[in-house]
T-cell receptor
Framework: DAKTTQPPSMDCAEGRAANLPCNHS???????VYWYRQIHSQGPQYIIHGLKNNETNEMASLIITEDRKSSTLILPHATLRDTAVYYC?????????????FGTGTRLQVTL | GAVVSQHPSRVICKSGTSVKIECRSL??????MFWYRQFPKKSLMLMATSNEGSKATYEQGVEKDKFLINHASLTLSTLTVTSAHPEDSSFYIC????????????????FGPGTRLTVL
């Protein structure tokens, strides 16, 4: 699986948009970009994933650059409950087991 | 959404004893489950991939005789930490990947809430 690079930490004011960047310059054609988050002492929670088109769901939006070498996760209106470590992962989409390799992630702190 | 449970949520045991952790997919079937370990302030480290009805695949450096994995059904995988020692104290997390829908594929995984193991 391709490696990802994320800033170690970010701050965001409550109610503002949180934009979390991720670099994945070695991503290959069959690899998707996945985002998970982990709130303290809990299991990771799936947020969103995409291949090349921008994606949006009830939690977030995912913007993938045209060359697919980087992406941005957007939480449109961050709340205190969004404080967590956010992991950007690239992984091939195959039926046979394809593991998720977690990097160090970005620790997002949402403040009042 | 799909729910994965783990039992127990936390366990304290004496050094030398064995501890079993269960991972269940509650509302879906999973041919593949994954076991991770996480030390304080560190990222998740994949320990092994568990496939229903076959032997688990362990990551490099993970002792298969110490961390026994059984995946006897499509909804249950167990991790047994044998002869536990204080250095095995950690947060153990499982995840499960649903069977792909007809005609579709997905690598989305659903994670359990984790089991905190403390070995005295």
């Amino acid at each position: 699986d391709a490696k990802t690079t994320q800033p170690p930490s970010m701050d965001c004011a409550e109610g503002r948009a949180a934009n979390l960047p991720c670099n994945h310059s070695t991503i290959s054609g069959n690899e998707y970009v996945y985002w998970y988050r982990q709130i303290h002492s809990q299991g990771p929670q799936y947020i969103i994933h995409g291949l090349k088109n921008n994606e949006t769901n009830e939690m977030a939006s995912l913007i993938i650059t045209e060359d697919r070498k980087s992406s941005t996760l957007i939480l449109p209106h961050a709340t205190l409950r969004d404080t967590a470590v956010y992991y950007c992962i690239v992984s091939a989409l195959v039926v046979t087991a394809s593991k998720l390799t977690f990097g160090t992630g970005t620790r997002l702190q949402v403040t009042l | 959404g799909a729910v994965v449970s783990q039992h127990p949520s936390r366990v304290i045991c004496k050094s030398g004893t064995s501890v079993k952790i269960e991972c269940r997919s509650l509302d879906f079937q999973a041919t593949t489950m994954f076991w991770y370990r996480q030390f304080p302030k560190k990222s998740l480290m994949l320990m092994a991939t568990s496939n229903e009805g076959s032997k688990a695949t362990y990551e490099q450096g993970v002792e298969k005789d110490k961390f026994l994995i059984n995946h006897a059904s499509l909804t249950l995988s167990t991790l047994t930490v044998t002869s536990a020692h204080p250095e095995d104290s950690s947060f153990y997390i499982c995840s499960a990947r649903p069977l792909p829908l007809a005609g579709g594929v997905n690598n989305e995984q659903f994670f359990g809430p984790g089991t905190r193991l403390t070995v005295l």
